[in-house]
């Protein structure tokens, strides 16, 4: 015989004496408490500085941090879903008492009273975390990903079309002045030559104006004089808008018109590492057992320039120097050697063709490369495999995008001529010549050493799952990969949001 069905309870017009407490609906280990815990602990006192008094009251500060922290934390970021979120949602509505912010004020705190205020908030997390032993701020791996703008990928300005723009203007002036010449050839009194390098409103005014009274009275070809009048009223307004645009580029190629702060770079946007430019932001960040301890945004596409300004920012925020440093080969330059060294800090920071080396036994046998030239540092020379001495023709000094000064020696073979193993050893046309960076090579050699030893090595496998996990888990797993505000100062506020959302989601489950 089938037993009989016995379902549960189900009555929506049930009351209770007394009604329940959200607090009682909320689970002790539940991470929203974690998130509750902690902010309690931060002193916001400067935040709370930048309200004030009169009119009618405003959301506590407190409120607001904790309910947009917990919605990162919930892969939440849309200002709409967060105020729906507080009305339907039990965490939420436990977390905030009740309090219903709308998206405005949601969207108006976090883009406007956040900035230039989180990252000290940030720093105090941290500083908790590492006082619960779940983080070091001895031991830093650091790297480097890029997020999308908010912004139009297909409105842009190229610091290389703004250059080909004014050559083309001042190629054209010249040829109007080549015309004004073959006017006057057969005459003695040729008007003064304008000056063709400034290129700037003004003085293109200028040389238009005196190209026209030159060709004054003066019978003019009919496309000459389409080409002035098109001069007179378009090109001094094309250069002030170049000149605007310029400012805004700095020292980048590129930037997007919807949001000036955004530099377009190349995104990987699949598996087979294929993408496409898109206006984007270069986070640096640096990680301890996955934690991250310290970002900071780069308008620089390279991973190279942005290393001294992240480190010393960390250094600024915690008021200490990490012991050591441990990243890929993207930021091995003689400037970022010569940073750590200074400031004392064992680099684990491999160099471009450090696993070449490693691997490639053709490389460190060839007995050809300058590598493998022996060097006689007592009278500074070179020999090449046959013997012949190569000794110093000159010294001289580069310097770098950001200022840096390299100083580089050229070594000279005295005679090529005949050798047998010329073919083998080089293809310049006269004798062998050699480029030399003495403090480069010795700070290779010293990283060199540093990630082969035991260290070292363990150093770099763990680099691997320590900081690039993180991304992957800000990526896929959070699913941000394009930020919601635009402007420098607020994509760096989320950026930050998003990294104490992963910091503290990693802590509720430690």
């Not at 720093?123 to 908010?150: C, M, P, R």
């Not at 190279?304 to 600024?316: F, S, V």
Request: hydrophobic share 30%; glycine share 4%.
């Amino acid at each position: 015989m089938k037993a009989k069905v016995v379902f549960k309870t189900y009555n929506q017009s049930q009351l209770s004496l007394l009604p329940p407490s959200y607090d009682d609906l909320v689970p002790v280990n539940h991470p929203v408490r974690i998130v509750n815990t902690i902010i309690d602990q931060i002193d916001i006192a400067d935040l709370e500085r930048s309200y004030k008094g009169g009119g009618t009251s405003s959301y506590h500060p407190r409120m607001l941090l904790k309910v947009i922290i917990y919605a990162y934390l919930r892969n939440m970021y849309s200002s709409r879903k967060i105020e729906q979120a507080l009305l339907e949602n039990i965490h939420f509505m436990w977390l905030s008492g009740q309090s219903k912010p709308d998206h405005n004020t949601i969207n108006d705190f976090r883009g406007k009273r956040l900035k230039g205020k989180f990252k000290n908030i940030f720093n105090q997390v941290v500083l908790l975390l590492a006082d619960q032993g779940v983080l070091s701020l001895k031991e830093l791996f650091v790297d480097g990903t890029k997020i999308e703008a908010n912004a139009n990928r297909f409105t842009f300005v190229w610091g290389k079309s703004i250059k080909n723009s004014k050559e083309r203007i001042k190629k054209q002036l010249r040829e109007l002045w080549s015309y004004v010449e073959k006017v006057y050839d057969q005459e003695q009194l040729l008007p003064n030559e304008p000056d063709f390098e400034a290129i700037d409103p003004d003085e293109v005014a200028k040389t238009i104006d005196a190209i026209n009274d030159a060709l004054k009275d003066k019978e003019v070809d009919k496309k000459v004089k389409q080409k002035l009048n098109y001069a007179r009223k378009n090109w001094p307004g094309n250069l002030k808008k170049y000149q605007e645009q310029e400012a805004i580029l700095g020292k980048r190629n590129s930037y997007s018109k919807t949001d000036p702060d955004a530099t377009f770079m190349r995104m990987k946007d699949d598996y087979m590492q294929n993408g496409q430019l898109k206006p984007g932001y270069n986070l640096q960040a640096s990680t301890n057992n996955q934690f991250i301890t310290n970002y900071t945004l780069a308008q620089t596409t390279a991973d190279t320039t942005t290393l001294k300004d992240h480190l010393q920012d960390h250094i600024d925020s915690y008021d200490q120097t990490p012991e050591s440093l441990t990243a890929d080969a993207g930021y091995g330059s003689e400037e970022n050697y010569t940073d750590l060294e200074e400031k004392e800090i064992t680099a684990y920071v491999k160099y471009n063709y450090f696993h070449k080396e490693q691997r490639d036994k053709k490389h460190r046998e060839n007995p050809f490369h300058p590598d493998n030239l022996f060097y006689n540092k007592e009278t500074d020379t070179y020999y090449c495999p046959m013997g012949q001495a190569m000794k110093k023709v000159r010294s001289y000094e580069s310097e770098t995008t950001t200022g840096f000064k390299q100083q580089i020696h050229r070594y000279q073979a005295a005679n090529c001529k005949g050798c047998p193993l010329r073919g083998s050893c080089h293809k310049a046309k006269g004798n062998r010549t050699l480029e030399r960076n003495h403090n480069l090579i010795r700070l290779k050699e010293k990283a060199r050493n540093l990630l082969l030893s035991e260290e070292g090595i363990a150093h770099r496998k763990r680099r691997c799952w320590d900081v690039e996990a993180v991304f992957g888990n800000i990526k896929q797993n959070m699913g941000f990969k394009r930020f919601m505000l635009r402007g420098m100062d607020k994509v760096t506020t989320e950026i930050g949001l998003i990294a104490m959302a992963h910091n503290l989601r990693k802590f509720s489950i430690a």
